[in-house]
Antibody
Framework: QVQLVQSGGGVVQPGRSLRLSCAAS????????MHWVRQAPGKGLEWVSF????????FYANSVKGRFTVFRDNSKNTLFLQMSSLTAEDTAVYYC???????????????WGQGTLVTVSS | IVMTQSPLSLPVTPGEPATISCRSS???????????LDWYLQKPGQSPQLLIS???KRASGVPDRFSGSGSGTDFTLKISRVEAEDVGIYYC?????????FGQGTKVEIK
């Protein structure tokens, strides 16, 4: 059974940094692109970042570009999100999600982590 | 690409059908013939789950009472007979371009 287990959330002061992790199991992690999606309290889903299966390309939402960095360690089946210069607007539950594959194309975010809460507050 | 869902709130009666619409500001139909439009359900207190991808492909384990249709800019998610476990917030998302973008969400609740 595919699993994505997240860790690393918590309370952090404005301007500080935090790193989130997403440990993958029961699938060939190095074959899949991975996303980060966040959800502010009481709000909808917001896409944050995407990284190719081999880590060779990364993409970011404008709201986090230049402050967040996505990377992965395929030898350890783990995805990361390094967040810096955090503001209150970054307070949210962060989800990692796998980009599914079918018909030789991408087809949806087919597995999601359990989510981890990041609270930016002094 | 801006995604717009309607309605934003949908009270439903168990056993009755339900329909949610999603419109994109640009076509999400790729030259390969696929519509890069997904539907997700976020049940209360849970992570989102994929229901439908590529406009109409049901994800593994999704009951066949859920169906997706549409092409280009207009899409529909239909639940043929709503069950109590279907309550939650439904989101559409376009997968054609980066940044991925979600609709505002449609809250489905039992009358």
């Amino acid at each position: 059974q595919v699993q994505l287990v997240q860790s690393g959330g918590g309370v952090v002061q404005p301007g500080r940094s935090l790193r989130l992790s997403c440990a993958a199991s029961e699938f060939t992690f190095s074959s899949y692109g991975m996303h980060w999606v966040r959800q502010a309290p009481g709000k909808g889903l917001e896409w944050v970042s995407f990284i190719w299966h081999d880590g060779s390309n990364e993409f970011y939402a404008n709201s986090v570009k230049g402050r967040f960095t996505v990377f992965r360690d395929n030898s350890k089946n783990t995805l990361f999100l390094q967040m810096s210069s955090l503001t209150a607007e970054d307070t949210a539950v962060y989800y990692c999600a796998r980009e599914g594959q079918c018909y030789s194309t991408s087809c949806g975010l087919d597995y999601w982590g359990q989510g981890t809460l990041v609270t930016v507050s002094s | 690409i801006v995604m717009t869902q309607s309605p934003l709130s949908l009270p439903v009666t168990p056993g009755e059908p339900a329909t949610i619409s999603c419109r994109s500001s640009q076509s999400v139909l790729h030259s390969n013939g696929y519509n890069y439009l997904d539907w997700y359900l976020q049940k209360p207190g849970q992570s989102p789950q994929l229901l439908i991808s590529l406009g109409s492909k049901r994800a593994s384990g999704v009951p066949d009472r859920f169906s997706g249709s549409g092409s280009g800019t207009d899409f529909t998610l239909k639940i043929s007979r709503v069950e109590a476990e279907d309550v939650g917030i439904y989101y559409c998302m376009q997968g054609l371009q980066i940044p991925r973008t979600f609709g505002q969400g449609t809250k489905v609740e039992i009358k």
